[in-house]
């Protein structure tokens, strides 16, 4: 999803159901919650600490880069990214270095006019160019279906991050207006990250499913 830029006044509107709903929403979008699961889950796994390092050094560098962007749902941009990374340690048990700094920087040349030089001489070309594969480049024609033929050509590392992204942001629109938004995002599922998510990971394919299902159900 594409960030906004924050305002200053009232609160974007979201659409919430059920106590159950706005419990969820809280701590979707409670950074300190999303920061300390992200540190629990660091904790699990015994990790170089020169892994640790640029993990936490991505952290901070994705929070730099992402700082007064809003998601459509109206939290801070910042929030996505690090739920990315969670998918990844929590769900799916990813425990390679440069996967979840990919993870929490995959957006930052995108939206935040980060460059590929300025991500090598901070990382490593690794993961560098994961996020560089993960970025959209909206000048070319056609860049969705150039964009979707480069993610199905990457190697599995980067197609397991791009769709622990999709579940996120299906995840994400429970709390969205966007009727719009919500229909586009279930078509392009269906079309082609579903059968993508089918072939690199049965959890996440089930996850994104699932999300599917629910909005659905908030169309009707």
Do not use: W
Not at 33 to 53: I, N, T, V
Not at 140 to 169: M, P, Q
């Amino acid at each position: 999803m594409e960030p906004k830029k924050s305002k200053s006044g009232g609160k974007a509107a979201v659409v919430t159901t059920s106590r159950r709903d706005t419990n969820l929403f809280d701590k979707f979008a409670d950074l300190d919650y999303l920061e300390a699961k992200f540190g629990e889950y660091m904790s699990r796994y015994k990790l170089p600490k020169m892994e640790k390092f640029l993990i936490r050094k991505a952290l901070d560098f994705a929070k730099l880069a992402h700082n007064g962007q809003q998601r459509d749902e109206g939290v801070p941009y910042i929030t996505h990214p690090i739920r990315v990374a969670n998918i990844l340690m929590d769900e799916v048990a990813v425990i390679k270095g440069d996967m979840i700094c990919a993870a929490l920087l995959h957006d930052v040349i995108e939206d935040c006019d980060i460059t590929l030089r300025e991500l090598k001489n901070n990382f490593n070309d690794r993961i560098a160019q994961m996020v560089k594969t993960l970025s959209k480049d909206p000048s070319l024609e056609n860049h969705k279906k150039v964009y979707y033929e480069t993610i199905v050509k990457a190697d599995d590392e980067v197609k397991l991050i791009k769709v622990c992204d999709r579940l996120d942001n299906l995840r994400s629109l429970r709390f969205s207006y966007n009727k719009t938004r919500i229909r586009r995002y279930i078509r392009e599922t269906e079309k082609k990250y579903l059968p993508l998510a089918e072939t690199k990971n049965p959890y996440i394919f089930r996850e994104m499913k699932h999300e599917v299902v629910i909005l659905k159900s908030r169309l009707k």
